[in-house]
């Protein structure tokens, strides 16, 4: 159990060195175009009926969705590739309460999930293979899913 923390921990630590992102949940879609300058990424955008997803291919083949409301708030971003994404940016102010949440549930294969308050950020990876979630359940606007922000 000791050596699952230590690893977990590690890939915490990792996270916040990797490739970095500046969509901030909870702020601005400028955000976005910040992003995709910074990481050098393609960006193509789906529009929905209730909000806009902008996804941001990276060329080692990592993929970042970003989901926006029609208000121009970022409600949910989404992650996948052989790199974890820098939470610290992408959580922005709600990287404090993750990293802090008592309500930590860890879980075998990299699992971790957050929920505290309208923060929800759900994680899995192992090596060259990371995905998750983070959302503010209180931001999804009319319309929409929670099982639409994948």
Do not use: C
């Amino acid at each position: 159990m000791a050596s699952l923390v230590a690893v977990l921990g590690l890939l915490v630590t990792a996270s916040l060195a990797a490739f970095p992102a500046r969509a901030t949940l909870g702020e601005d879609v400028k955000t976005v175009e910040l992003d995709r300058q910074q990481i050098r990424a393609s960006r193509q955008v789906t529009t929905h009926a209730a909000y806009a997803v902008h996804d941001l291919q990276l060329a080692d083949g990592g993929l970042v969705h970003e989901y926006v409301s029609p208000t121009g708030a970022v409600f949910g971003v989404t992650w996948g590739g052989p790199f974890m994404p820098n939470l610290r940016q992408l959580l922005g102010a709600h990287f404090a309460t993750y990293t802090g949440s008592p309500h930590q549930q860890r879980g075998g294969r990299g699992h971790l999930a957050v929920h505290e308050g309208s923060l929800v950020v759900e994680s899995n990876g192992r090596m060259r293979s990371f995905h998750g979630r983070a959302y503010l359940s209180d931001a999804i606007p009319a319309g929409a899913a929670l099982d639409d922000i994948k």
